[in-house]
Nanobody, 131 residues
């Protein structure tokens, strides 16, 4: 079975950094889009950033552009989300997810990721940013 293991969350001060990891098993990153979503209390889950490793295409939500960087390491089958200049509004549970054709199309077309295009989800990791 496909499994995604998200890790790296924690507590950071505003202006600080964290790096999230999403380790995938039973799938090849070249065949899937990997997306990072987040959900803050009382809010809907939103797409933050995603990557299509086969093309190198990436997407960032406007709220994180210039601060977050997504990357993939095919040898480790792991996708990273480097989060710099963190803000209190970045506080949320962060989830990684994997999707195929429709999810890849979103990235290539530079459209926000749609949750329904992602088939597999990790368990989430909490990110808390203090002011």
């Amino acid at each position: 079975d496909v499994q995604l293991q998200a890790s790296g969350g924690g507590l950071a001060q505003a202006g600080g950094s964290l790096r999230l990891s999403c380790a995938a098993s039973q799938l090849h990153l070249d065949d899937y889009a990997i997306g990072w979503f987040r959900q803050a209390p009382g809010k809907e889950r939103e797409g933050v950033s995603c990557i299509d490793s086969s093309s190198g295409s990436k997407y960032y939500a406007d709220s994180v552009k210039g601060r977050f960087t997504i990357s993939s390491d095919n040898a480790k089958n792991t996708v990273y989300l480097q989060m710099n200049s963190l803000k209190p509004e970045d506080t949320a549970v962060y989830y990684c997810a994997a999707g195929r054709y429709a999810a890849i199309a979103d990235i290539v077309r530079k459209q926000p990721p749609s949750r329904v295009h992602y088939d597999y989800w990790g368990q989430g990791t909490q990110v808390t940013v203090s002011s």
